[in-house]
């Protein structure tokens, strides 16, 4: 078998492939200093098996991959192949040539190949053994490694012959085998000990599986209680959707056609009202002809009136004439008679002649005056009718203006009445809708804090949770932390404990005798000089070096009992061991007692102070440390020395020993081997360190276990915080939606209302300003009235005037007459004598032409008499045609009046059915809304149900449901008892039944093995 060549690429230096192929004759490999001659070397040694970078000049992995330089980049891998000429089967492999490949990557992958086949690092190590090849082999040999092998203990030179004496695989086996052995050894402990903690945990782990499959058995019922409890629910929900959606659908029908209805009538509405406006247009046309034609007739019917009375005046006048004609001619007649006899009253005449003259004088002018006054009393009275001719028009006008305000007003008080009702159910909408309204502020302010205490709670449950969170991370961090630690110091602790109990570093023969244990000497063997004292702290490495093997010395009782032990090492050739026999070893006095003053005062002490050992043993630690001073350094050891005169070992704490007579031992320990006190005290250190680390551990384990508690239940208050947020936030937006319904809804009655307000107003400004006007109408009626009264009063007064003077004056004429006659006669009588009969003739001219001028004026009175008949037969054909006039009129009116009831009461009937479907309408719309509120509850309901079912039970929940599923008789307190019952059953841990099974199936495993084992 030799070397045929060797493939390297990406290790080191060699960033390209190369193939360096050694054929026969080839000795060395020559080259400057930075060649890469020794990463040859490293490389031979690595595609090996070396896996100690420090051997190979390395410290870490990524130090044997070409790093790259300024013109090349790195590399991701090292790859090493080593091929082997095995013509001559050195090597176990059916092969002539076997190449032997190592490649490692940047991320830490490694792989072993032998002819291109996978395998593990240890089978190639095997494949060297008893070859000279290998990385404890001495094939390669770096520099300074001469050195050390000459420098090596006998014990320690021994591996090199064994490697040449091709005995290394068997000893690599039994080492193999040994330290599987320990293993089982160890694992038997581990097991026991594990198995003892196992089966400490099995119990309450049973107690929280059984716990955990009642907790999970009542989940299943609830669910399948809940599931098919919420799928009976949500098709009842479905169902009741579905019918209220066509009742929604129906009334939305209903709605467009109650609108369209509402609309026609809107317009039938406006339709009738210019209808009855045109007709009270016509009407008060009508009213107003009516008035006119009615002072029309009034004025005829007073010029009837006047003409009858000036009618009854002339026949009167007549009467008077007739009369007075007749008396006339009476008296004619007895001035006949007179005359006859005049010649008889001659005498007498003169003096009644005087008096005569007198008296008719005087009623000559009383009769004048009376002729003025009746005509003044005549005008005035025809003024005075006049007069009372216009109150009447004035009057019928007023009373024609007072029937159509009466009218108008009626009118208006039936609409004040019918805007009053509307006000009234206007007034109960709105105080309904405040209180709807008021409700729903009081609730949304509710919801309001309690949201604003929800979201408060739930930012501090947040934050409360980010703060736990952080701790449990923290505290995690120190629990990984502290389990690394507790690895490490467990794996140095079981290293060393190992080293301790396989008594590595000791010597054969002491090794090979703390083994033993059926030889009899064996319990009187009380251990090694280091199993029996125990160095104060730091004092260790001092000792170490000033006791140097005598702390491999092995303490016996007895020196019978040495020789024994002596004798089984030399039976058994295990090597030779040095005793220190109880019997024989006396304590000797302190060599130091003398000098201790001048230890203190350099700070160092007496070796034996730094020593805690039992009271039995006094004498052996004498026997090794008397004499012996630890010092803190060499230079105070060096004066130490001096000032003694050399007679003691002085020794350091850091290893530096002057021997008596002056000697000086010092130098670098690094690489010594730890000593037997240095690993007991570091034992003892360390298994402090554990157990303080296990109780920090614990108590960190027991705070993260705390603070996971704490965050689940945090985390449930928040999530219960959040879905109580949603609920809240989903009821204020109903709220707000049914509010601002409410407030629209206010909003339009507030706007009607103040609409039929302003209507009201308006009634009741108009109605105000009618009654006003009727006020005032009535009042100059009543004024015109008491004036029509008054002038009748006069009127009657003036004609009771005019008939007393006109019978005063008739009377006057006739005294005149009959004073005139006397005169006459006494005339007649005074002249008679001297005229006689001219004067009677004389007086009945004067009678005559007196009868002639009463004849005239009479035929004259007759005339105005037949034209006074002709104008009243005119004015009374004129009052009829006017009545017959005023009476089509009024009938036409009454008809009109009969038209505006008819349209006002077809506007009555059209307006309340118009608010009838008005009403209707808003129910409609109230009710649709109540509806839709109705179908978005049971749609919202159906979705958390679903969402609820989904989020609890996953999307597949449908497939839990049973086909002949009952429904208990109260499934809501069924799922409120399941609910309450897991609740009281919480905590839970659902993993104690897998925990369980598994740590019973891994007591039993341990149980199995510890029983193979053992």
Not at 465 to 479: I, M
Request: with cysteine; aromatic share 4%; hydrophobic share 35%.
């Amino acid at each position: 078998m030799h070397l045929k060549r060797l493939e390297i690429h990406g290790f080191k230096s060699f960033a390209d492939r190369i193939t360096l192929s050694f054929q026969k004759g080839i000795t060395a490999i020559v080259g400057p200093n930075g060649s890469g001659k020794s990463n040859i070397a490293d490389s031979l040694c690595w595609v090996m098996g070396e896996h100690n970078l420090r051997n190979i000049r390395g410290a870490k992995l990524e130090d044997i991959i070409f790093s790259g330089s300024e013109e090349r980049k790195p590399l991701g891998m090292a790859d090493v192949t080593l091929v082997l000429d095995n013509s001559d089967q050195t090597l176990p492999l059916d092969y002539s040539e076997v190449a032997v490949t190592r490649r490692v990557y940047r991320s830490g992958e490694s792989e072993f190949l032998i002819n291109r086949s996978p395998v593990r690092l240890k089978d190639i190590q095997e494949l060297f053994f008893d070859t000279g090849l290998g990385r404890e082999a001495y094939s390669v040999i770096s520099q300074g490694k001469i050195d050390s092998i000459l420098s090596l203990r006998p014990e320690e030179r021994r591996s090199v012959f064994e490697e040449a004496a091709g005995i290394m695989r068997y000893k690599a086996k039994k080492n193999l085998t040994l330290k599987k052995l320990a293993e089982t050894e160890n694992n038997i402990l581990r097991i026991q000990d594990l198995l003892q903690e196992l089966v400490t945990q099995l119990e309450p782990l049973s107690e929280q599986a059984q716990k955990a499959e009642r907790y999970l058995k009542l989940q299943d019922q609830l669910k399948q209680l809940e599931i098919n409890y919420s799928y009976t629910e949500l098709t009842g929900i479905n169902q009741t959707l579905k019918e209220l959606i066509e009742q929604q659908n129906l009334k939305n029908n209903e709605l467009l056609r109650l609108k369209e209805e509402e609309e026609n009538l809107s317009q039938r509405v406006i339709s009738i009202k210019s209808r009855v406006n045109t007709v009270e247009e016509e009407l008060e046309v009508r009213q107003k002809q009516l008035m006119e034609e009615t002072a029309q007739r009034e004025r005829a019917m007073g010029e009837l009136n006047l003409f009858g009375e000036r009618k009854r005046s002339l026949q009167t006048r007549i009467l008077e004439l007739e009369a007075f004609i007749a008396q006339q001619a009476e008296k004619a007649m007895d001035l006949e008679k007179k005359k006859e006899n005049l010649s008889q009253l001659t005498t007498n005449i003169d003096e009644k002649k005087t008096r005569l003259a007198s008296e008719v004088k005087q009623l000559e002018e009383v009769l004048l005056v009376k002729e003025v006054k009746i005509k003044e009393f005549r005008a005035e009275l025809i003024a005075k009718k006049q007069c009372f001719t216009n109150k009447l028009e004035q009057s019928s006008l007023l009373k024609q203006k007072i029937s159509e305000a009466s009218v108008q007003k009626d009118f208006r008080h039936e609409k004040e009445t019918e805007v009053h009702e509307e006000l009234e159910e206007i007034a109960k909408e709105l105080a309904v809708t405040d209180q709807r309204i008021y409700k729903a502020k009081d609730k949304l302010n509710a919801l309001r804090q309690q949201l604003d205490v929800v979201k408060n709670q739930e930012e501090k449950l947040a934050a409360e949770l980010k703060k736990r969170q952080s701790y449990l991370l923290n505290q995690v961090e120190k629990n990984q932390e502290m389990r690394e630690r507790l690895r490490g110091l467990e794996s140095k602790l079981t290293l060393l404990t190992d080293m301790e109990r396989g008594h590595q570093g000791y010597f054969q023969g002491v090794k090979s005798l703390l083994e033993i244990q059926k030889e009899p000497f064996r319990r009187e063997i009380h251990g090694v000089v280091a199993d029996l004292i125990r160095a104060e702290s730091g004092y260790e490495l001092a000792l170490e070096v000033a006791m140097g093997s005598s702390l491999q010395y092995l303490v016996i009782n007895h020196h019978r009992d040495a020789r024994q032990a002596i004798d089984y090492l030399k039976k058994h050739a295990l090597g030779r061991a040095t005793f220190l026999p109880l019997n024989l070893i006396d304590e000797k006095p302190d060599r130091l007692l003398g000098i201790k003053s001048l230890l203190m005062e350099y700070n160092s002490k007496p070796a034996t102070d730094a020593v805690l050992y039992e009271q039995r043993y006094s004498a052996i630690v004498q026997h090794l440390l008397n004499g012996t001073i630890i010092a803190p350094n060499l230079k105070t050891a060096v004066e130490i020395a001096e000032k003694t005169g050399k007679k003691f070992r002085v020794v350091t704490l850091e290893g530096e020993l002057i021997a008596p007579g002056g000697a000086i031992t010092g130098g670098n320990l690094e690489r010594r081997r730890a000593g037997l006190l240095s690993r007991k005290g570091e034992i003892t250190q360390l298994k402090r360190e554990k157990e303080d680390l296990l109780a920090f551990m614990n108590r960190g384990l027991a705070e993260e276990k705390k603070l996971e508690e704490e965050i689940r239940e945090i985390s449930q208050l928040h999530e219960e915080k959040k879905n109580l947020q949603q609920e809240t936030n989903f009821n204020i937006n109903s709220v707000l939606k049914d509010m601002d319904a409410l407030v629209v809804s206010h909003q339009k009655t507030l706007t009607k209302k103040e609409q039929l307000q302003q209507v009201l107003l308006r009634i009741e400004e108009e109605l105000s300003l009618q009654k006003s006007a009727v006020d005032n109408l009535r009042d100059k009626l009543k004024q015109v009235e008491a004036e029509m009264e008054f002038i009748t009063g006069e009127i009657k007064a003036l004609e009771e005037w005019e008939t007393n003077f006109i019978t005063e004056r008739e009377t006057t004429l006739r005294e005149l007459s009959d004073l005139s006659s006397q005169l006459a006669g006494v005339q007649q009588e005074w002249l008679g004598k001297r005229e006689n009969l001219q004067n009677y003739g004389n007086l009945i001219g004067e009678l005559q032409t007196e009868i002639n001028k009463k004849n005239s004026e009479l035929a004259q009175t007759q005339e105005e008499m037949q034209i006074l008949q002709k104008q009243k037969d005119m004015m009374e054909s004129k009052v009829k045609n006017t009545t017959k006039n005023q009476a089509e009129q009024e009938a036409d009116i009454q008809k009109l009046k009969s038209c505006w009831q008819e349209a006002l009461s077809t506007l009555n009937q059209t307006e309340v059915r118009l608010r009838e479907i008005q009403k209707q309408h808003g129910e409609e719309v109230a009710f649709l809304h109540r509806l839709d509120l109705q179908i978005n509850r049971l749609k919202i309901s159906a979705d958390n149900m679903s969402t609820n079912l989904i989020e609890v039970y996953g999307e597949g929940w449908q497939q839990e449901l049973s086909i002949n599923w009952v429904a208990p008789s109260n499934p809501k307190h069924e799922i409120t008892c399941f609910k309450r019952q897991m609740k009281e059953i919480e905590p839970v841990n659902l993993q104690a039944i897998a925990e369980y099974q598994a740590l019973k199936e891994r007591v039993d495993f341990l149980s199995q093995q510890l029983t193979d084992l053992t």
